[in-house]
Nanobody
Framework: QVQLVESGGGSVQAGGSLRLSCKAS??????MAWFRQAPGREREGVAA???????RYEDSVKGRFTISQDNAKNTVFLQMNSLKPEDSAMYYC????????????????????WGQGTQVTVSS
């Protein structure tokens, strides 16, 4: 069973940066992604990466967020720059044993493992 442990959340002012980390154990060659959920809103995909390096981003974070991975350490990172108050949410690291497509990677149900979440709060 895959276990995902996130770290790196916190509180910053608008325009600041944070770097989230997610260490996976129990499997490798996973399709990894970051989702977020703010109070009263649905979960939404933010960024995803396959073990071959293919990356995808949700439109609102393109140019500001960068997803990367260290395959040797089974760790995925989300570098978040130019943060905005609307980026405030609980961020979840998720994984799937199946490669996702451009039409499926944003669907929460496609992922079978979820981390406990890490809070990101951006103040104006």
């Amino acid at each position: 069973q895959v276990q995902l442990v996130e770290s790196g959340g916190g509180s910053v002012q608008a325009g600041g940066s944070l770097r989230l980390s997610c260490k996976a154990s129990g499997a490798s060659n996973l399709y990894m992604a970051w989702f977020r959920q703010a109070p009263g809103r649905e979960r939404e995909g933010v960024a995803a990466i396959h073990s071959d390096g293919t990356k995808r981003y949700e439109d609102s974070v393109k140019g500001r967020f960068t997803i990367s991975q260290d395959n040797a350490k089974n760790t995925v990172f989300l570098q978040m720059n130019s943060l905005k108050p609307e980026d405030s949410a609980m961020y979840y690291c998720v994984s799937s044993s199946l490669r996702q497509t451009p039409s499926t990677w944003l669907r929460p149900d496609e992922y079978d493992s979820w981390g406990q979440g890490t809070q990101v709060t951006v103040s104006s």
